[in-house]
């Protein structure tokens, strides 16, 4: 089992559209969670940090959910400019800080 | 924001090179930076947790000896892939965790190395 999964997609949704992608992690003890963004051949670059209680900017939406162990994105009011890969990123490691990444959900937004 | 410098972008290289990647917190200090490697349609895969005055870190199944990690400042990280192979040709990615930020990294740019 990957320590962090992901539906690849690809999501292919027309603009306006709600869309929602889900993560689930195997460590339990995990620590902090993230919503990275990253675009074809570019580098990740942090959407948003997930906090137990639910966090929410702008048209995005992320919630976590330790007791079944996954996490969740929202994107409400699709923008042609979503359309990227999202990667689900964990931290299961306190000590060194190293982040695991999933392997990313792949978001078309179609005019 | 936060920004993370890695240099070079793209490297073209002969089989047996030995390539060396930069990678610079411009405005913060990183006493920790982590080296990614990433195929294509694949996932970033940590190979290295790089820390400031003391060895680096490998993950398992990465070669220390083919990746040379030296962390001479609070700013500067590099990699060095030594004797490259095409089966090293990869997407390099470095990130500085900032000293006074909890768990947030900030990636560079990534450098696109083809070996051939």
């Known amino acids: 089992r990957k320590e962090v999964e992901q539906d690849p997609g690809p999501f292919n949704v027309p603009e306006g559209a709600t869309v929602a992608f889900n993560c689930t992690y195997s460590?339990?003890?995990?620590?902090?969670f993230f919503w990275y963004r990253q675009d074809c051949r570019k580098e990740p670059k942090l959407l948003m940090s997930?906090?137990?209680s639910g966090n929410e900017d702008g048209r995005f939406t992320a919630q976590l959910n330790r007791a079944s162990q996954y996490i969740s994105l929202l994107i409400r009011d699709s923008k042609l400019s979503d359309s990227a890969t999202y990667l689900c990123v964990v931290n299961m490691d306190t000590g060194r800080r190293a982040l695991t990444f999933g392997s990313g959900t792949r978001l078309q937004v179609q005019p | 924001g936060a920004v993370v410098s890695q240099h070079p972008s793209r490297v073209i290289c002969k089989s047996g090179t030995s390539v060396k990647i930069e990678c610079r917190s411009l405005d913060f200090q990183a006493t920790t930076m982590f080296w990614y490697r990433q195929f294509p349609k694949q996932s970033l895969m940590l190979m290295a947790t790089s820390n400031e005055g003391s060895k680096a870190t490998y993950e398992q199944g990465v070669e220390k000896d083919k990746f040379l990690i030296n962390h001479a400042s609070l700013t500067l990280s590099t990699l060095t892939v030594t004797s490259a192979h095409p089966e090293d040709s990869s997407f390099y990615i470095c990130s500085a965790r900032e000293d006074r930020a909890k768990n947030i990294q900030y990636f560079g740019a990534g450098t696109r190395l083809s070996v051939l």
């Open positions: 460590n339990s003890a995990s620590q902090s």
């Open positions: 997930v906090y137990s």
